[in-house]
């Protein structure tokens, strides 16, 4: 094998190490993970907006 072909198999192994350390990471923790992050993230934005004004209104 040839240099190149070494430190691209180190890379793509390095990335994909990576990732499935995020997803491990996110799951201990207890985070959304997948297309539910967004979500998430933008409804508790929302509660807090919609909180936020309730307390002004009063």
């Not at 993970?33 to 309730?54: N, Y």
């Amino acid at each position: 094998m040839q240099a190149i072909e070494i430190i691209v198999i180190i890379a793509v192994a390095l990335i994909f190490i990576a990732v499935i350390g995020s997803f491990i990471y996110k799951k201990i923790h207890h985070l959304p993970t997948g297309e539910c992050a967004d979500c998430s993230k933008r409804m508790k934005h929302a509660v807090k907006q919609m909180q936020h004004d309730l307390k002004k209104n009063k």
